[in-house]
């Protein structure tokens, strides 16, 4: 296809909608503003530089619209950076910087108009690297979010059963990804002792049902400023997501709090794998969750706190690896390194329960430091 300068300008003015041709500026500038692609195959060529302050909106810096479903996204760009100003949840919704329309959720068995969101191919460069700084009270916020799951429910609660099944979704990450967050909690009020929902959750990576391959070099830096309460995670696998993870990943999540622990309290997590409803019944219609992980990885946590209210201790828990309902193997030489200082329930290098399946090559290693309080 064959585009004028002048018309070239005007689509880099204009709101970014991707269509199905490769998309360049003609001089050569990042794009500034969150692009949403809809065409099938389409081509992302350049460096993304977005601002942006949603309140309590849902937000993203690339969405891959249903629309463009049955082919192959390609995003070349080799730096994708955000700025989050102000994200305040709410914290059932998963905002992620690269990702895709899901399906409907349905909370009511009866009502079966549920559909399946983007269904393809994600594909993302050599040596990516995505960079976000984060604010809010309450947002739950993804580097990489693969929103791969329908899911609709017979009932609430213990004894629910979940009817969905995953999208036919694949992402592929290149060698040498990068991906780097930093979050900071402006909480100002206290939470209560039984709430789940006023903490910071930020995870480098979330597979929600579909499947992702990982190349060698994966480095994730998850860290979050919390003041009551924080979720901090390199990787989370859930809903019968397959992931796989080449040589030499690097992944550490850690957590620092400002104030005395309370309300739900603190999760610190390297990976973690799990079906979303801890009490469902296996699905073997579904499959399992699954996680392969190549040699030499290093998966470190760290988590910092004043300690918890002696009024109302709260939970606080990390884990460099935590899997549940999950296969998992390791190649040789994985080194595990968990620090816990001041307060906590408990530090773990691997937990591994509830119908797991764990394999680990030679030379594992696990390096578990409490100090403090």
């Not at 579904?286 to 209210?309: H, P, W, Y």
Request: a negative charge; one cysteine or more; aromatic letters at 6%.
């Amino acid at each position: 296809m064959l585009v004028n300068k002048r018309t070239k300008c005007r689509a880099i003015l204009a709101a970014a909608v991707l269509t199905g041709f490769s998309y360049a500026s003609v001089y050569g500038a990042d794009i500034t503003s969150p692009l949403s692609i809809t065409d099938k195959d389409a081509v992302v060529n350049e460096n993304i530089n977005v601002g942006i302050t949603p309140g309590n909106s849902a937000f993203h810096v690339v969405n891959i619209d249903k629309s463009a479903s049955g082919g192959t996204v390609r995003i070349n760009s080799q730096k994708i950076n955000a700025d989050i100003h102000n994200a305040t949840g709410p914290q059932l919704r998963i905002d992620g910087i690269i990702t895709n329309t899901g399906s409907v959720d349905k909370n009511s068995y009866r009502l079966t108009n549920a559909s399946i969101g983007y269904e393809g191919t994600v594909d993302l460069a050599d040596g990516l690297t995505i960079t976000v700084d984060g604010t809010g009270t309450c947002p739950k916020i993804a580097g990489i979010y693969e929103n791969g799951f329908e899911s609709l429910y017979r009932s609430f609660g213990r004894g629910s059963l979940n009817t969905g099944k995953p999208a036919n979704l694949t992402y592929n990450l290149g060698d040498n990804t990068t991906i780097m967050m930093h979050g900071q909690d402006i909480v100002t009020q206290e939470p209560d002792p039984f709430s789940q929902s006023v903490y910071y959750s930020q995870t480098g990576i979330i597979n929600d049902g579909g499947i992702m391959n990982a190349g060698d070099n994966l480095n994730i830096t998850s860290d979050v400023q919390g003041i009551y309460t924080l979720n901090a995670s390199g990787i989370n696998n859930t809903k019968y997501g397959q992931m796989h993870i080449g040589d030499n990943a690097v992944i550490k999540a850690s957590g620092t709090l400002a104030k005395l622990s309370s309300g739900y309290g603190a999760e610190v997590y390297g990976i973690i794998s799990r079906h979303n409803h801890a009490w469902e019944d296996e699905s073997t219609n579904k499959g399992r969750q699954l996680i392969t992980l190549g040699k030499n990885a290093e998966i470190t946590v760290d988590f910092n706190s004043q300690g918890t209210a002696a009024g109302s201790p709260a939970s606080i828990m990390e884990a460099a690896i935590y899997l549940s309902t999950t296969d998992f193997t390791a190649d040789n030489h994985l080194h595990l390194i968990t620090t816990q200082e001041n307060s906590g329930i408990g530090t773990y290098g691997l937990v591994a329960w509830n119908q797991c399946k764990a394999n680990i090559g030679d030379d594992f290693q696990v390096d578990v430091t409490t100090k403090g309080k």
